[in-house]
């Protein structure tokens, strides 16, 4: 077996196996989609009840992780300001 030959074979086997390249995941990836547009679908008033609440909730917490909470807000320069 030439060289070119080896590593076509490796390459081969080593995406067959790959669940994410298989026609399984994009029959798995179409029933996903399928089940998210109908729930969303039949529970749409749910979701956009819910919504404005979302966003309240999301303030706080963008705030905590975007600024690592309180205590940090100082700077840390030891320089001498005159």
């Known amino acids: ?23 399984a995941f ?11 547009v109908l729930l969303f679908s039949e529970h749409r008033a749910h979701f956009l009840g819910i919504l404005p609440y979302l966003f309240l909730l999301a303030c706080p917490l963008m705030h905590f992780f975007m600024h690592g909470g ?4 100082h700077s840390d320069d030891k320089g001498d300001r005159s």
């Open 70 to 73: 309180h205590g940090s807000h």
């Open 26 to 36: 994009l029959v798995c990836l179409g029933f996903l989609a399928i089940a998210v």
């Open 1 to 23: 077996m030439t060289r070119d030959h080896a590593q076509h074979d490796r390459h081969h086997q080593h995406n067959a196996g790959s669940f994410l390249g298989s026609r």
